[in-house]
């Protein structure tokens, strides 16, 4: 993925304010709804949404500015502790990496002036100890080589060690309608995943048998934590959706007919005579539907004035107010 400054079109130093300003107008002129035609249009929504995560993010802005993580939100490789091969050289080397996310230390050397002989503290077996958390050794073995007849034994790592853990990012129609998208593990593995109908934000995704692998254990799993994206004009309320209707002067004093959009199709909805800005709409089973239950979408109203100076507006108004004054903040005092 580009760098998340260059996707959103944002200089280093641009402020939280100018970045969600640039990530809404590019999100409406590129979500998927007003660019049907346009077979790119989804990747590039995605790819907006996705740069928007870590620059929306105050915390993930910082790591990635630190370097802590790469343009798709994921860390780094730092290496190995104390530099170098965690095999060569004298003395110990240690780790964080490998299957599992478990911790290890190398120990080069055997018993002093053993001639490379595996002895004593920080042998084999410790090695063994150290990377699977658990007893090296030989059942019944009475000391020796580790490998005997029964060969050696050790405890397997649990299954949490062997999961991966990974995040996606889904559109607000993708988690509403289901959707098939393919996700990038930390592993650098590609999978395609399957998204539900109404999956919510937080919900888990397992796919069995796809994670980390260690001999004597059954694979682990990947889990994937699903998030939903920031919708250019919807918000979400559990199971329902909200959304600002910017209606004209002339249609919440005369009222009308508009059309309001929805996750499926648009619907018009009836404006009463002397609506007021801020007066809020219910349309019922419009939100979205989970386990079998449908929200509704609130749909509040916003009297947008038009842009300029209107002289004949502005002796309208004039006019009116001297005929009719009111005042509708009585009730503050």
């Known amino acids: 993925m580009r760098d998340p400054y260059e996707v959103l079109g944002v200089q280093r130093s641009a402020s939280a304010a100018e970045i969600k300003s640039a990530f809404r107008k590019l999100a409406k002129k590129h979500h998927p709804d007003a660019n049907k035609n346009d077979a790119k249009a989804a990747a590039r929504f995605a790819e907006i949404n996705s740069a928007n995560e870590i620059l929306g993010d105050e915390e993930k802005r910082k790591q990635f500015d630190r370097g802590e993580i790469d343009a798709e939100g994921k860390p ?62 030989a059942a019944g073995m009475g000391g020796g080589s580790p490998f005997g007849q029964r060969g050696f034994e050790y405890e397997s790592p649990v299954a949490a060690d062997l999961d991966i853990n990974a995040t996606m990012s889904v559109t607000l129609e993708e988690a509403a309608r289901g959707a098939s998208k393919r996700v990038r593990l930390p592993t650098g593995k590609e999978l395609d995943v399957k998204i539900p109908a109404g999956v919510t934000a937080g919900q888990q ?118 005929a009719h004054p009111y005042n509708p903040r009585r009730d503050l005092g």
């Open 205 to 322: 995704i397992r796919l069995k048998g796809q994670g980390e692998t260690a001999p004597g254990h059954r694979p682990g799993d990947v889990l994937i934590t699903v998030t939903i994206a920031p919708h250019p004009f919807f918000k979400i309320d559990g199971n329902d959706l909200r959304i600002d209707l910017p209606v004209t002067l002339y249609e919440a004093v005369l009222g009308g007919k508009v059309r309001v959009p929805t996750l499926g199709n648009a619907v018009e909805l009836t404006i009463p005579k002397n609506t007021s800005s801020g007066r809020t709409f219910r349309l019922k089973g419009k939100g979205l539907s989970a386990k079998g239950a449908s929200g509704d979408l609130f749909v509040t109203v916003r009297i947008v004035l038009p842009d300029g100076n209107d002289a004949e507006l502005e002796a309208l108004m004039e006019k009116w107010r001297s």
């Open 76 to 137: 780094r490789f730092q290496g190995f502790e104390g530099g170098g091969s965690p095999f060569g050289g004298r003395g110990a080397r240690s780790g964080r990496a490998g299957p599992g996310g478990f911790e290890y230390t190398f120990t080069s050397g055997g018993a002093p002036g053993g001639g490379g002989s595996f002895g004593g503290g920080g042998g084999f077996e410790d090695i063994l100890s150290s990377m699977f958390g658990g007893r090296a050794g």
